[in-house]
């Protein structure tokens, strides 16, 4: 016996549906127009699952709650949406035989009908935690220097991480990059570690020359550096590889040493702060509030594993000239499926968005079923978008987490007026080619009935419990 469902999508009333056990939908067709949504349900029954709908036009006719679509209120532009590519990811995609390497790569970054569009790769410079071992461009014996960097040299990268960027570039040419470290050179630090420690000030200059060539010598591998991050987690020093760092000394770093430099050089490589958690707004709003440090940084990122994704706004608010980014934030291998599904949409998809920034990425790419390789001290419990196995790929949940966004949002896309009701969270956006993508997830305990309402015109769509919903209009 079918239940029947009425499922409505805006900007016009869609149609009556009816649901089969498997949860597909039988399309009602009333004026011969249709619209795509993609669901994803939080039992895992469906999965980025293309559903057709029929259009139709008419009046609100029940009381259920209204979002409203606002295309005339417009907040950020998006640059994209997808993962870090940690040296461990790019281990493991090399060892995939060269015909699933091709489709895994042409399904995550490319452009059709089968791909999910990823457009945004984070990047170590130098090592990882997800990495399979600890190392830095220009690492020397206990005790040694190299003020002139001639030992600088990126043979680790180009063992691996080039060359899958490579492939990736060649898929999708506009793919953004930002390289963020984690250590410098130990021996630029003052406790001579890879573990912790902070960067010592008559290296600052030094430091800086080494960041200049990294962005150099990567860009004459054909991989430009859309941006950098000063420091992964500037307040967490005991990661390995990590680095402690001031807001007072990334400050100084910025205004006295790295902005000149880039300046001087030509570098274009947008220059990022905090790269760290949202329960410390201080620390980006404090360096930011110091004019001489200003002038050359682009915005903030954070990560969410304290704190709420609302600092980012507290940032805007302070300082709505510069761009926020969300560039981290993992899956554990304790989660479940619908936990972090919903969690990780409401927050890292539709709370960051919501929240100014221009970018969501999911950390990290790919782990093997162990969730190596990682450094010794590194993250053992950080569960990638797949599970690579040789050649075998399974597809996580943060992969789906990512896939509602990216494979829809292109960049240069704007956030747009949306509303939310007391269980249905949402984002909207316009993308440029004039679509408007609205994502929603349903964080009620049981199903939930909502309308969409744009122009005049409205939908109403039924969710399960947990559902994350991607509509294209």
């Not at 680790?156 to 390289?179: C, F, R, S, W």
């Not at 109403?460 to 559902?467: N, V």
Request: hydrophobic letters at 40%; glycine letters at 8%; a neutral charge.
């Amino acid at each position: 016996m079918f239940k029947p469902v009425l499922l409505i999508i805006s900007p016009l009333i869609l149609c009556f549906c009816s649901k089969d056990k498997t949860g597909a939908l039988d399309q009602a067709v009333v004026n011969g127009e249709t619209i795509n949504v993609w669901v994803t349900h939080a039992d895992q029954s469906l999965l980025l699952n293309k559903q057709s709908l029929a259009i139709n036009s008419g009046a609100v006719n029940n009381t259920y709650p209204v979002i409203d679509i606002d295309t005339a209120t417009r907040y950020q532009s998006v640059d994209g949406f997808g993962y870090t590519l940690t040296g461990g990811s790019a281990y493991l995609i090399n060892q995939m035989d060269v015909t699933a390497k091709s489709a895994l790569l042409s399904e995550l970054f490319g452009n059709t009908e089968k791909s999910i569009g990823v457009n945004y790769l984070r990047i170590s410079i130098g090592a990882s935690d997800l990495s399979s071992s600890v190392f830095s461009y220009n690492d020397l014996p206990a005790g040694s220097t190299d003020t002139t960097l001639n030992g600088f040299s990126l043979t680790y990268d180009t063992l691996e991480l080039v060359h899958v960027l490579k492939q990736i570039m060649a898929i999708n040419p506009a793919l953004k990059i930002m390289g963020s470290p984690w250590s410098p050179p130990t021996w630029m630090k003052d406790n001579n570690s890879s573990i912790g420690g902070s960067l010592l000030p008559r290296y600052y200059r030094l430091y800086a020359k080494y960041l200049v060539k990294y962005i150099r010598q990567m860009q004459e591998r054909g991989i430009g550096i859309d941006a950098i991050t000063i420091q992964n987690e500037p307040q967490h020093g005991g990661n390995n590889p990590s680095m402690l760092m001031s807001a007072l000394q990334q400050a100084d770093f910025i205004k006295n040493h790295l902005g000149p430099l880039f300046q001087q050089s030509g570098i274009k490589t947008r220059i990022i702060i905090w790269d760290h958690n949202c329960d410390n707004p201080n620390y980006p709003i404090s360096i930011l509030n110091d004019p001489l440090a200003k002038q050359y940084i682009d915005g903030s990122a954070f990560h969410l594993y304290t704190g709420d994704i609302s600092a980012l706004s507290v940032v805007h608010s302070a300082h709505p000239d510069k761009a926020l980014y969300f560039t981290e934030q993992w899956t554990g291998k304790n989660g479940t499926f619908s936990g972090d599904l919903q969690w990780h949409t409401n927050n890292v998809i539709i709370g960051s968005m919501r929240n100014h920034s221009k970018i969501a990425l999911e950390w990290n790419l790919a782990n093997d079923p162990s969730y190596g390789p990682h450094t010794a001290g590194g993250c053992t419990e950080c569960k990638g978008a797949l599970t690579i196995f040789g050649s075998t790929v399974t597809r996580n949940v943060a992969y789906y987490i990512i896939a509602h966004a990216a494979k829809f949002v292109p960049a240069g896309s704007v956030r747009i007026g949306s509303g939310v009701t007391a269980n249905i969270n949402s984002v909207a956006f316009l993308t440029p080619d004039g679509k408007k993508i609205i994502i929603l997830v349903n964080n009620g305990s049981g199903e939930e009935s909502v309308n969409i309402r744009l122009n005049g015109r409205w939908i109403k769509s039924q969710m399960k419990s947990g559902t994350v919903a991607t509509f294209v209009i």
